[in-house]
């Protein structure tokens, strides 16, 4: 009997411990959660009047030969007064900003174009993004509501025009 209680004890000692490291690495992945918030809480443009949701888009110079339908969807007359196009960020060299403009659609001049932070591009790529273009949608309070890389197929892109419109709508209410 007492060494089938010693065996409990030593059970519910090891529950214990594995409740504490899983409970000390849930901290620490919140931790990072809030680094993508806080970075673009930083890095956007304050919201305008009117404006529920706001979107950020992460995107390279290569992106720019024909891989930014994105921006057709958030240029849309249904979408555009609902969602505003905060910031694009690019990742790649300094440089790349004065070859990235041209090759952006002409009403994104009104449009901040600036180097992705370092800690929103980490954020991004643990939780999966890998490519470009990358879209990020906040709502009223900051909060991300939705992450997604481009549409590849006119299929995806139906389904992200309809996501993107739902996440608009959701915030008239």
């Given at each position: 009997m007492r060494r089938l209680l010693s065996l409990f004890g030593a059970a519910l000692a090891l529950l214990l411990a594995g409740a504490f490291l899983d409970s000390a690495r849930a901290a620490t992945r919140g931790a990072r959660r809030g680094d993508l918030r806080e970075a673009l809480q930083a890095h956007t443009l304050p919201f305008l009047p009117g404006t529920p949701v706001q979107a950020a888009v992460i995107l390279q110079r290569h992106d720019c030969t024909g891989n930014l339908r994105l921006f057709d969807l958030l240029n849309r007359e249904d979408i555009r007064p609902r969602l505003r196009t905060a910031v694009i960020w690019y990742?790649?060299?300094?440089?790349?900003?004065?070859?990235?403009?041209?090759?952006?659609?002409?009403?994104?001049?009104?449009?901040?174009?600036?180097?992705?932070?370092?800690?929103?591009?980490?954020e991004l790529r643990r939780l999966g993004h890998t490519q470009t273009p990358i879209l990020v949608v906040l709502d009223q309070d900051g909060r991300i509501r939705f992450t997604t890389q481009s549409a590849r197929t006119p299929r995806e892109f139906a389904g992200l025009r309809r996501i993107v419109e739902g996440l608009t709508w959701i915030e008239e209410l």
């Open positions: 990742a790649g060299d300094h440089g790349d900003s004065t070859r990235i403009r041209p090759l952006l659609p002409p009403w994104t001049t009104r449009v901040t174009l600036r180097p992705v932070p370092r800690p929103v591009l980490a």
